[in-house]
């Protein structure tokens, strides 16, 4: 009987995954390499922001089912929950699920069980982590079970779906992939479904990928619609009426650590079968330069034009700015010469070392304003906002916001996007005189 798990990696999978098993009466261990998380959360103190991660963390705390330590201890149950990012050449990079797969194995005994919640490309499991554990002399499938069990969940609400959502539990072998379950069993109320390791790797990442191709196709219905004189969001809503379609919102880019990344994971085994998923990906990198060619029609950067940008996130209402486009469109800003001025109430500090100001600071004397995530606080564009602007013009990259009642300005966004030549003809005026 399961009675200690282990968590490797505390980030925004394996923190809320060790809540959840302690809430679910565990003792559990979360590890992770980074002394500052490992500090903070020694201390009290989150490290991420989700809905009800902080109350979470002082309930399962006191109860004192969870502790946090820089290095795994002895358990029944191992969750590898490390961050497998992109090489250059877009290949994966297994180093952080090797490192921690090795930092477990003198702590395993038999009958454990370990358990990949890593996104990893197809054959990770059976061909990398599995051998690893073999090569300390285990029997993987008998003497200890391993099972790859990708998460899906949703910022903002990881803690409803984690116990809502349906799992995949890929086993190494069917006892292996039964071992995984039973732990899963202890929370998740939605279906478990056992396969093979490598059916759930495929099947986490082209859930991702699917997304992916969606996106890229509104977007490339945008940037069409910007030259053609088409409503873009008009006509989404007039097809998505049809019963079997449901095109996507178009956007200023792809985010996140699973859309922007999950289908690279499928094109390195067989990039000559995956033209579809490929083109997808080139659409969706496009879009940053799009949206920084859209600023440029509307306040030119040869004038020292400032720019206010809202949100640097790469979706509403969470402070998670991994592969944000944002912080792409803002460094492509700053090559053409703006200057600009980022705001987000929810970001914290990001690997790129964007200075963030406050709302007021952002808008001052600013030539435009972009909105580049769709934060709550962004839905209405205050009339103080559009008083303290040079120019009071909005691009809107999310199609969320709108002016306050009695504001004075303008709202470009994707279904208005064809009127911008009339503002590039103003503009050049402005600049001959």
Known sequence: MTRKICVVGLGYIGFPTSLMFA??????IGVD??????????EGRVHLEETGLKEMFEQVRAAHHFKVAGKPERADVFIIAVPTPVNEDHTANLDYVVSATESILPYLKIGDTVIVESTIPPGTTSEIVGPCIQASGWQVGDEIYLAHCPERVLPGSIFKELVENNRIIGGYNRVSGEKAADVYRSFVKGEVHITTAISAEMAKLMENTFRDVNIALANELAKLSENA???????IRLANRHPRVNIHHPGPGVGGHCIAVD?????EKAPHLTPLMRTARE??????AFVAGLVEKLASPHSGAKIAVFGITYKGNIGDTRESPALEIIHLLERKGYSVWPHDPHAGETDAAIRLHSAAEAVRDADCLIVLADHDEFEV????????MRSPIVL???SHARLEQGANGRIYNYGNLHELSREEALLAVANAK
């Open 263 to 267: 289908p690279y994971f499928v094109i």
């Open 23 to 28: 809430k679910a009466g565990f003792e559990v």
């Open 229 to 235: 004189g088409i409503d873009a969001l008009e006509v």
């Open 381 to 388: 564009i205050r009339e103080q906002w559009l008083n303290a």
């Open 396 to 398: 809107d990259t999310k």
């Open 283 to 288: 659409i969706n990198n496009s879009m940053p």
């Open 33 to 42: 390499i980074n002394e500052q998380v490992v500090a903070s959360l020694q």
